[in-house]
Nanobody
Framework: VQFVESGGDLVQPGGSLRLSCEGFMFTFKNYDMRWYRQAPGSERKLVASINPSSSSVDYADSVKGRFTISRDNAKNTAYLQMNNLKPEDTAMYYC???????WGRGTQVTVSS
């Protein structure tokens, strides 16, 4: 099981980014997918989750109304659309399936003016 995250960047407060996560070596369409983030000196935290059919999504309170998780099972890819970004969103972002597989390298999101 492998994941490759991409799309992170340096963005100003109020800006937007779209992260992508491609999964390899497992049947992507059968698993919940989750996005996590880890800020320096902090533990990794769950940000958003989506079930295999995209009929159920859930978000951490800190990102509700700003972030949207989605997936394309034909492309083995999950997405995280992030709008109205805040400095406190600065972190390394990772994806994983549930039950969890190995972690990928993540993608860095930095929100700063």
């Amino acid at each position: 099981v492998q994941f490759v995250e991409s799309g992170g960047d340096l963005v100003q407060p109020g800006g937007s980014l779209r992260l992508s996560c491609e999964g390899f070596m497992f049947t992507f369409k059968n698993y919940d997918m989750r996005w996590y983030r880890q800020a320096p000196g902090s533990e990794r935290k769950l940000v958003a989750s989506i079930n295999p059919s995209s009929s159920s999504v859930d978000y951490a309170d800190s990102v509700k109304g700003r972030f949207t998780i989605s997936r394309d099972n034909a492309k083995n890819t999950a997405y995280l659309q992030m709008n109205n970004l805040k400095p406190e969103d600065t972190a390394m972002y990772y994806c994983n399936k549930h039950p969890m597989g190995y972690w990928g390298r993540g993608t860095q999101v930095t929100v700063s003016s």
